[in-house]
T-cell receptor, first 111, second 118 residues
Framework: GESVGLHLPTLSVQEGDNSIINCAYSNSASDYFIWYKQESGKGPQFIIDIRSNMDKRQGQRVTVLLNKTVKHLSLQIAATQPGDSAVYFC??????????FGTGTRLKVLA | GAVVSQHPSRVICKSGTSVKIECRSLDFQATTMFWYRQFPKQSLMLMAT?????????EQGVEKDKFLINHASLTLSTLTVTSAHPEDSSFYIC??????????????FGPGTRLTVL
C-alpha cells in the first residue's frame, strides 16, 4: 500500500506580506536549481530557475537566492496572494538532467 | 509555451488489468521525458527516464516489466502499468525536458494522472 503521508512543513503568511521559503540542497556538484509550485491534485508548475554561477535571479513577484557556500536556496514571493497557496518544491539538477526534489513546503496565505 | 499534457487525468481499474498513461509535449519537442510517482504529502519520486527512440532508464527499485515505458516520438511518451494491483494506486506525473529561459533545458510537468486500483 501507499506510505503514510508525511507532515509537510507549513509556512503561514498574511495576505500582502512577503513569503520566504527555504531549501537545503544535498549535492555540491549540482549546478542548476529550480522552484516548482504544486496545487492540490495538479502537477508541479515551473516558477523560476537559477544556475550555479548566479546568486540571485528575479521574476515577476518572485526572487530566487542561491548560497552555494552553505548549499541553501530560497524563494521569495512579494505581496503574497491567496492564489499563492500551494506546496513549493525546490529541485537540484546536474549534467544527467535528473532532478533531486526537496521534501516540499506548504504555503498558507491567510486572509 | 512549454505545455505538457497527460491522459487520462484519472483512472479507476480492477486489479490485474493494465493501464496506459500518455504524456505529450504540446508546443515543443522533448528528446527526454521523465516519469514520477507521488504519494500523498510526499515529494516526487523519479521512476524512469525516457529517451526518444531508445530504452528507458529505470531508477533502482522500479520494476521495468511492471512499468513499461515507450517514447516513440519527440512529443509522446507512454507509461503502461501492467497487471495493476492496489499498491500501484498513486499519482503519476510525467515531465518533458525542453527549452528553458537561461540556456538550460528545464523539466516541465504534466497535470498528473490519479490511478486507483480496486
Amino acid at each position: 500500500g501507499e506510505s503514510v503521508g508525511l507532515h509537510l512543513p507549513t509556512l503561514s503568511v498574511q495576505e500582502g506580506d512577503n513569503s520566504i521559503i527555504n531549501c537545503a540542497y544535498s549535492n555540491s556538484a549540482s549546478d542548476y536549481f529550480i522552484w516548482y509550485k504544486q496545487e492540490s491534485g495538479k502537477g508541479p508548475q515551473f516558477i523560476i530557475d537559477i544556475r550555479s554561477n548566479m546568486d540571485k535571479r528575479q521574476g515577476q513577484r518572485v526572487t530566487v537566492l542561491l548560497n552555494k557556500t552553505v548549499k541553501h536556496l530560497s524563494l521569495q514571493i512579494a505581496a503574497t496572494q491567496p492564489g499563492d497557496s500551494a506546496v513549493y518544491f525546490c529541485a537540484e539538477g546536474s549534467g544527467t538532467y535528473k532532478y533531486i526534489f526537496g521534501t516540499g513546503t506548504r504555503l498558507k496565505v491567510l486572509a | 509555451g512549454a505545455v505538457v499534457s497527460q491522459h487520462p487525468s484519472r483512472v479507476i481499474c480492477k486489479s490485474g488489468t493494465s493501464v496506459k498513461i500518455e504524456c505529450r509535449s504540446l508546443d515543443f519537442q522533448a528528446t527526454t521525458m521523465f516519469w514520477y510517482r507521488q504519494f500523498p504529502k510526499q515529494s516526487l519520486m523519479l521512476m524512469a527516464t525516457s529517451n526518444e527512440g531508445s530504452k528507458a532508464t529505470y531508477e533502482q527499485g522500479v520494476e521495468k516489466d511492471k512499468f513499461l515505458i515507450n517514447h516513440a516520438s519527440l512529443t509522446l511518451s507512454t507509461l503502461t502499468v501492467t497487471s495493476a494491483h492496489p499498491e500501484d494506486s498513486s499519482f503519476y506525473i510525467c515531465s518533458a525536458r525542453g527549452g528553458g529561459t537561461i540556456g538550460i533545458d528545464t523539466q516541465y510537468f504534466g497535470p498528473g494522472t490519479r490511478l486507483t486500483v480496486l
